[in-house]
């Protein structure tokens, strides 16, 4: 078995579903264009509905107005404001099936994740699906299963990339990083490679359980907001520390080596190429 999926049944959803595939222009992009037309700054839409920065993440695709929201930057957009919310419903929808896959999955609800996730198979990204089939074969102790899902997942055209900005919150990607933490150590647990289910275990923490909103309700901005606990706060704090010393110290080494000898230079590229390894394990940690 290469991924999850749904039973015939329970797949029906994707059919009937939210119309999130072969979409033409998406909702935030429509309303980028018709507040250019209209010749509006984000300001000047944003003016007595929300805060101003709020159209800036509306219009990115991070941030979903709320129904009451929606209908008021309809009307002063001058669009059919039935159909601008009928055209924002299936995103709407999707935010709502995140966070509650997030909440079923901190609380490990996996009878709540796989309904949900079979009620809203047509709302979901292909990485998600497979990623969250991967947790649950996990959690059924098929770690066959597991990593035939989780592999799907990385191979997923829609998976996260750096190179790509992924459509979703800060908190969702969080989300979805803790899922795939969870799963590696549970794998790794039920194969007997218990070091690296603590190393997992310990991403997952700190990925903390987050569950944001993601939708603008009104003026100042988000209905809900990301938390972090003071513990995870400090640790990320430390861990920028720790890269900018690192940072400091391969400047430091580099501009040693325009005074350096032949052998000299090369012990000091050696210490900066050491160095350089120690900033990107710093970075997994906190990024």
């Given at each position: 078995?290469?991924?999850w999926e749904?039973?015939?049944?329970?797949?029906?959803?994707?059919?009937?579903?939210?119309?999130?595939?072969?979409?033409g222009?998406?909702p935030?992009?429509?309303?980028?264009?018709?507040?250019?037309?209209?010749?509006?700054?984000r300001?000047?839409?944003?003016?007595?509905?929300?805060?101003?920065?709020?159209?800036?993440?509306?219009?990115?695709?991070?941030?979903?107005?709320s129904?009451?929201?929606?209908e008021?930057l309809?009307?002063?957009?001058?669009?059919?404001?039935?159909?601008?919310k009928?055209?924002?419903?299936?995103?709407?929808?999707?935010?709502?099936?995140?966070?509650?896959?997030?909440?079923?999955?901190?609380?490990?609800?996996?009878?709540n994740?796989?309904?949900?996730?079979?009620?809203?198979?047509?709302v979901?990204t292909?990485?998600?699906?497979?990623?969250?089939?991967?947790?649950?074969?996990?959690?059924?102790?098929?770690?066959s299963?597991?990593?035939?899902?989780?592999?799907?997942a990385?191979?997923?055209?829609d998976?996260?990339?750096?190179?790509?900005?992924?459509?979703?919150?800060?908190a969702?990607?969080?989300?979805?990083?803790?899922a795939?933490?969870?799963c590696?150590?549970?794998?790794a647990?039920?194969?007997?490679?218990?070091?690296?289910?603590?190393?997992?275990?310990?991403?997952?923490?700190?990925?903390?359980c987050?569950?944001?909103?993601?939708?603008?309700?009104?003026?100042?901005?988000?209905?809900a907001t990301?938390?972090?606990?003071?513990?995870?706060l400090?640790y990320?704090?430390?861990?920028?520390?720790?890269?900018?010393a690192?940072r400091?110290?391969?400047?430091?080494?580099?501009?040693?080596e325009?005074?350096?000898?032949?052998?000299?230079?090369?012990?000091?590229?050696a210490?900066?190429?050491?160095?350089?390894?120690?900033?990107g394990?710093?970075?997994?940690?906190?990024?």
């Amino acid at each position: 078995m290469t991924g999850w999926e749904p039973s015939p049944v329970q797949s029906r959803s994707a059919v009937h579903g939210a119309g999130l595939t072969g979409v033409g222009v998406l909702p935030w992009q429509q309303l980028q264009m018709a507040r250019t037309r209209l010749g509006l700054s984000r300001s000047d839409l944003a003016r007595g509905i929300v805060g101003a920065s709020a159209i800036s993440h509306i219009e990115a695709g991070r941030a979903i107005p709320s129904e009451t929201v929606l209908e008021q930057l309809g009307q002063r957009l001058q669009v059919d404001v039935a159909k601008w919310k009928a055209d924002w419903a299936p995103w709407r929808r999707r935010a709502q099936v995140r966070k509650t896959l997030a909440r079923a999955t901190s609380a490990g609800d996996w009878a709540n994740v796989a309904s949900t996730l079979a009620d809203a198979w047509g709302v979901l990204t292909r990485f998600e699906r497979h990623l969250y089939g991967a947790l649950l074969h996990a959690a059924r102790g098929d770690t066959s299963s597991a990593s035939g899902s989780l592999q799907a997942a990385w191979f997923a055209e829609d998976a996260p990339r750096p190179e790509v900005t992924w459509p979703g919150t800060a908190a969702e990607v969080r989300a979805l990083e803790r899922a795939e933490a969870l799963c590696l150590a549970e794998i790794a647990r039920q194969s007997g490679r218990t070091h690296a289910a603590a190393y997992w275990d310990t991403r997952a923490r700190r990925r903390g359980c987050y569950t944001e909103a993601n939708e603008i309700s009104g003026p100042g901005g988000r209905g809900a907001t990301m938390s972090m606990t003071g513990e995870e706060l400090g640790y990320q704090d430390a861990m920028r520390q720790v890269e900018r010393a690192l940072r400091r110290r391969a400047k430091a080494l580099e501009e040693m080596e325009a005074d350096a000898s032949e052998e000299q230079l090369a012990l000091l590229q050696a210490r900066k190429a050491e160095v350089e390894h120690l900033i990107g394990v710093v970075q997994s940690l906190h990024r």
